[in-house]
């Protein structure tokens, strides 16, 4: 298994558009609208700075998790899961290393989108904060690894090539990681609220001004991580993972 999982992550660490989408975006973003906006805001440089910040960490690591698990379904139409079979892993562990792979990979976009808003935007917080922002949405980040898994597994590679970026840019748009929530008719704040996205930036909102995360929060995240644990879990059951249509 340790070695699927190294093969796994240097192939996905060897993909330049993954990386550019999951690293390099956020942290262009994170400076783009801290300097645009940052000074004309209501509330201040510095609060507005430290909220862009963690929505862009946010956005950098649902993409990321996101992006690594659903392309389950890449591999399954390549044969390679078919390959699989041959080996003497068995296809638990498959899933497993792509679950692994998945939550590792959210980490370089929040490090990397942390010390932007740092270094380059001025966020100033303890150290101790740093660290448990970066921890709590790192641990939040399996959301969406469940999330990528499901769509990864139930549908083919195709659909799931146009599944990541519809499902990728609603979680952003309407789970206010690109426009605050509170600017939204309250219809679409009403559905921000049901996204596991909006609760997800809400863990990093609440670390960075220094309180705890919210319990509704962290309920929502762990109620929608085990639902689409859940369905992954039902769909691999019903289709195995060789399975190349159907």
Known sequence: MSA???FQLRRMGRNRQFLFFTVAL????TVFFATVFGQTSDTGYQDYAAATMVSMMAYGAMGAALGATIRIAFDRASGWLRQLRVTPVPPSSVVGVEVAVGVLLTLPSLV???LVGRLVT????PLGTWLL??????AGSAVFVAIGLLLGLALEQKAAGGAIGI???????LGGLWVPVELFPSGLQAVAHALPSYW???LGRDVAAGEAPSPLAVAVLVASTVAAGGLA?????RRPLHAVAG
Do not use: I, M, N, S
């Open 167 to 173: 499902v990728g840019t609603v979680l952003a748009l």
């Open 26 to 29: 956020p942290a262009l973003f």
């Open 133 to 138: 922002l970066v921890a709590v949405l790192w």
């Open 112 to 114: 990397a989108v942390a």
């Open 200 to 202: 997800y930036a809400e």
């Open 4 to 6: 699927l999982f190294l």
């Open 122 to 125: 001025g966020v100033d917080l």
């Open 233 to 237: 879990a039902a769909v691999a059951r």
